[in-house]
């Protein structure tokens, strides 16, 4: 069974930053990609920034130059720093493991962005 947990969710002044972690446990494969999505209020779920397992990585247009992805194989963790946040980034951010076969989510973390 595998568990994936993410935390660093809170709330923040816009420009202010948070950093978002995930961990993978349990029996799980060797990771190819781990991502970050969130959802906000009234919206759907949508992709934020994706690390492959040879680190190439991919954002959302409204988060380049602001956030960052980043992960570490070894522990099966994955990172996302976010900096100069907005209040539009206000959302439930939730992270995902894919191991070429299966979709892992984590429970989602609150982010809340105030003016």
């Known amino acids: 069974q595998v568990q994936v947990v993410g935390s660093g969710g809170g709330l923040v002044q816009a420009g202010g930053s948070l950093r978002l972690s995930c961990t993978a446990s349990g029996t799980i494969s060797s990771i190819y990609a781990m991502a970050w999505y969130r959802q906000g209020p009234g919206k759907q779920r949508e992709l934020v920034a994706r690390i492959t397992s040879d680190g190439n990585t991919n954002y959302a247009d409204s988060v380049k130059g602001r956030f960052t992805i980043s992960r570490d194989n070894a522990k099966n963790t994955v990172w996302l720093q976010m900096n100069s946040l907005k209040p539009e980034d206000t959302a439930v951010y939730y992270c995902?493991?894919?191991?070429?076969?299966?979709?892992?989510w984590g429970n989602g973390t609150l982010v809340t962005v105030s003016f």
């Open positions: 995902n493991f894919y191991d070429r076969f299966r979709n892992f």
